[in-house]
């Protein structure tokens, strides 16, 4: 567990990892993390979404970048929309921020976010609360992880 923030609290020595990636490029996807950070002391995943960019296969197309930068960062879409996860739908709309292009082979990805709550319907009967990383900036940068590589972090010896 490198870089694992420590605090203490009420004698519990407080341990959590770093979110892993999301698990999808474009869409809704999954991150997770261990941390003992609850009333027992534990060691538990947690699970939150993600929404680093959309599936919209003409949205690079349409992304503007500046004249005489290499990249656009972030980005948002024209309207506000519901979310849709694993067939629920978000009841309230949301207009998220993404992370954009790099048109010099570097990778954008999330620089800092907020932790959101989002309540979804899935039928006439069901609902559930998902916790969502909301962004707030992106960062191109040269070291481009796969989102899948859970070891990504690792280095060689």
């Known amino acids: 567990f490198k870089n694992v923030p420590l605090v203490l609290k009420k ?3 407080i ?4 979110w892993t990636p999301c698990s999808r490029t474009c ?4 991150s997770d993390r261990v941390t003992n950070g609850n009333s027992k002391c534990e060691m538990r995943k947690e699970k ?4 680093i960019q959309p599936c919209q296969a003409n949205f690079p ?9 290499t990249c656009r960062p972030t980005f ?26 790099c048109l010099d082979k570097r990778c954008c990805i999330p620089n800092k976010s907020v932790m959101i709550t989002v309540q979804f319907d899935c039928s006439k009967e069901a609902s559930i609360k998902w916790k969502m990383m909301w962004i707030t900036s992106c960062v191109c940068q040269k070291i481009c992880n796969d989102p899948g590589d859970l070891f990504s ?4 010896l």
């Open 11 to 13: 004698k519990c020595l």
């Open 15 to 18: 341990q959590t990892t770093p």
């Open 27 to 30: 869409g809704i996807g999954i």
């Open 48 to 51: 939150r979404l993600c929404y």
């Open 61 to 69: 197309k349409t992304l503007k970048i500046p004249k005489g930068k």
């Open 76 to 101: 948002q879409l024209a309207k506000a929309e519901k979310l849709v996860f694993s067939g629920c739908t978000s009841r309230q709309i949301y207009k998220p921020m993404f992370c954009g292009i």
């Open 153 to 156: 972090e690792l280095r060689l």
